[in-house]
């Protein structure tokens, strides 16, 4: 069974406390929860800060057992940055990062798709992350983008971040119409599943776990990951854990898919 998690690290932030104070709350939900891949949303990188580890690095400093892949979305003047990372058992195959559009300056923040290919039981697994837009229009123009990016690669493929948009929205309408299941509503419909922390309650569920069509079939479990009440909390998030039952066959990564994937990296 492959666990798989999707969690929003709220950077910096310090809403719910300083990073110092946040930090072990993550690592002891690692270390309790044991994802083999984990997506990680809102990454600071601070050369000021633990010698300009970025986060992901430090959490897997302390849990171990895991490879990082860390890229920025954003560069701030100082050298500060915020991105996406993937946490994984074992290494990724080939790392993509795929910009995405942005509409103006409503939505500020440059973002961005990290996508990463795995081995896996039966066969490469592509896993994307995501951390959309709050901005309705940049949000559809974001979607159009991912699923575009989607449908260029062959294999199966998960989705999983903070899209900033609700389950009744637009931009979650065209992600289910384009192939892809929503990890909660497949198993959990009756469930509101807030994901987003607001007046110390959750109260929105903007983070998912997406599967393609190939992938849903073996989906066995999902859940949120809580780090219990009061405001001492991890993130202004919850995070989202699914299991996945992956064949009991170990099969190698065939050479064209591989190649497919760098041909397309060179674009």
């Known amino acids: 069974m492959m666990r798989l998690l999707s969690f929003n690290l709220n950077a910096y932030g310090e809403r719910h406390g300083p990073w110092s104070a ?27 800060i633990e010698s300009g580890r ?32 993937l946490l994984s058992r074992v290494p990724a195959l080939a790392v993509r990062v795929q910009p995405l559009s942005r509409r ?9 798709l990290l996508h990463g290919l795995y081995p ?20 559809r123009d974001n979607v159009d983008e991912l699923l575009a990016y989607l449908a260029a690669l ?5 989705v999983l971040g903070d899209f900033n948009q609700t389950p009744g929205s637009d931009a979650l309408a065209r992600l289910v119409r384009g192939g892809l299941v929503d990890a909660w509503s497949a198993l959990r419909p009756d469930a509101p599943g807030h994901t ?13 776990l997406l599967l393609d069509r190939r992938l849903a079939p073996r ?8 780090d219990g009440p009061g405001e001492r909390r991890a993130s202004d998030h919850a995070g989202v854990l699914a299991l996945l039952a992956m064949p009991d066959e170990r099969a190698d990564v065939a050479p064209s898919t591989r190649q497919g994937f760098r041909q397309r990296s060179a674009r």
């Open 22 to 48: 946040r930090r072990p709350l993550v690592a002891a939900m690692l270390a309790e929860q044991r994802p083999d891949l984990v997506a990680l949303q809102a990454v600071a990188r601070d050369p000021a």
């Open 219 to 226: 989906l066995r479990g999902v859940s949120l990951v809580l």
């Open 154 to 158: 062959a294999g199966p493929t998960l």
């Open 104 to 112: 103006g300056d409503d939505d500020p923040h440059d973002r961005v």
């Open 196 to 208: 987003f922390y607001e007046a110390g309650a959750l109260a929105r569920r903007i983070d998912y």
């Open 120 to 139: 896996a039981p039966g066969g490469p697994l592509h896993v994307v992350c995501a951390h959309l837009s709050w901005v309705d229009e940049q949000a």
């Open 54 to 85: 970025d986060q992901a690095a430090q959490l897997a400093g302390d849990v171990g057992g895991y490879d990082v892949v860390y890229r920025p979305a954003a560069r701030d003047a100082d050298g500060r940055e915020q991105g996406l990372a």
